[in-house]
């Protein structure tokens, strides 16, 4: 009787285990898991992304507070020529862009007639946006559009997640 109850009780336990590994691996393989999952490395991702980027801005100062401000010290700096200045007010990623724009408009002689342009202040048009960018419209005395300029706290984007990584603001389009 004993050996009997033994082999009942294997059998319980045994079944009992492929019943709860079975169980698991359902839950576990589940759609609804995998989304969790994959919804949990998005975030991960997002955070050590984040704090790249705000490593990243914190040791950026070239900017105003205002939109203003950064308009203004990107417009001195070039005055003074110095493109390497005048590229450091755009946000990190796009600086290397518009440094070599900037250099190819001197070296194709449009150095002074691009400065007359941005430098007439009646030509300049600025506004602040409903998406947060303050846009400044350089335009001719015909009022034909000359330049768009878009200025934005850098933000860092991840689906419909929006942070602000940086109180300087940044030209993100010249």
Same mark, same amino acid.
């Given at each position: 009787? /004993?050996?009997?109850?033994?082999?009942?009780?294997?059998?319980?336990?045994?079944?009992?285990?492929?019943?709860?590994?079975?169980?698991?691996?359902?839950?576990?393989?589940?759609?609804?898991? +995998?989304?969790?999952?994959?919804?949990?490395?998005?975030? $991960?991702?997002?955070?050590? %992304?984040? +704090?790249?980027?705000?490593?990243?801005?914190? =040791?950026?100062?070239?900017?105003?507070?205002?939109? $203003?401000? %950064?308009?203004?010290?990107?417009? #001195?700096?070039?005055? +003074?020529?110095?493109?390497?200045?005048?590229?450091?007010?755009?946000?990190?990623?796009?600086?290397?862009?518009?440094?070599?724009?900037?250099?190819?408009?001197?070296?194709?002689? *449009?150095? @002074? +007639?691009?400065?007359?342009?941005?430098?007439?202040? /009646? =030509?300049?048009?600025?506004?602040?946006? @409903?998406?947060?960018?303050?846009?400044? $419209?350089?335009?001719?005395?015909? =009022?034909?559009?000359?330049?768009?300029? !878009?200025?934005?706290?850098? !933000?860092?984007?991840?689906? %419909? $997640? *929006?942070? #602000?990584?940086? =109180?300087?603001?940044?030209?993100?389009?010249?």
């Amino acid at each position: 009787m /004993k050996i009997i109850q033994k082999k009942y009780l294997i059998i319980f336990i045994l079944l009992l285990a492929i019943g709860l590994f079975s169980g698991f691996s359902i839950w576990f393989l589940s759609p609804q898991m +995998k989304q969790a999952r994959q919804l949990k490395k998005g975030i $991960e991702n997002f955070n050590q %992304t984040l +704090k790249a980027a705000e490593k990243k801005y914190a =040791n950026d100062t070239y900017g105003g507070i205002t939109p $203003e401000e %950064t308009y203004q010290l990107f417009l #001195e700096a070039l005055k +003074k020529q110095d493109i390497d200045l005048a590229s450091k007010y755009f946000i990190l990623d796009k600086q290397e862009e518009y440094k070599n724009l900037f250099t190819q408009i001197k070296n194709s002689g *449009q150095w @002074d +007639k691009m400065m007359a342009d941005l430098l007439a202040p /009646k =030509n300049a048009k600025g506004r602040m946006e @409903d998406n947060g960018e303050y846009k400044i $419209e350089i335009l001719t005395q015909n =009022n034909e559009l000359i330049a768009s300029i !878009v200025i934005k706290k850098p !933000v860092l984007t991840m689906g %419909t $997640e *929006q942070r #602000e990584i940086s =109180n300087l603001w940044k030209i993100i389009q010249f």
